[in-house]
Nanobody
């Protein structure tokens, strides 16, 4: 089982990034997918979630209106598009898959928002 995040990097405030998470080793279309983030000294927090069929999404209040989670079940990939980024969005972003009792995590990708 692998979840491999990509697309992180450094961006100025107000900028945009799109994160990708490529999944392998399990039946991706069965799994609800989530993005979490963890800033230094803080607990990991949920950023966005999308149901297995892609029809239902949820966002943290801090990201509503500034982010879009989507998935391509044919490509076994989940995306997180983030706009109007703020310095407080700086964190390591993790991809997470869950179905029944199965839980998988990616290794994370760093997002830094700084002028």
């Amino acid at each position: 089982v692998q979840l491999v995040e990509s697309g992180g990097g450094s961006v100025q405030p107000g900028g945009s990034l799109t994160l990708s998470c490529a999944a392998s080793g399990f039946t991706f279309s069965n799994y609800d997918m989530r993005w979490y983030r963890q800033a230094p000294g803080k607990e990991r927090e949920l950023v966005a979630a999308i149901a297995s069929a892609g029809g239902s999404t949820n966002y943290a209040d801090s990201m509503k209106g500034r982010s879009t989670i989507s998935r391509g079940n044919a490509k076994n990939t989940v995306y997180l598009q983030m706009n109007s980024l703020k310095p407080e969005d700086t964190a390591v972003y993790y991809c997470h898959a869950r179905w029944s009792k199965n839980r998988y995590w990616g290794q994370g990708t760093q997002v830094t928002v700084s002028s």
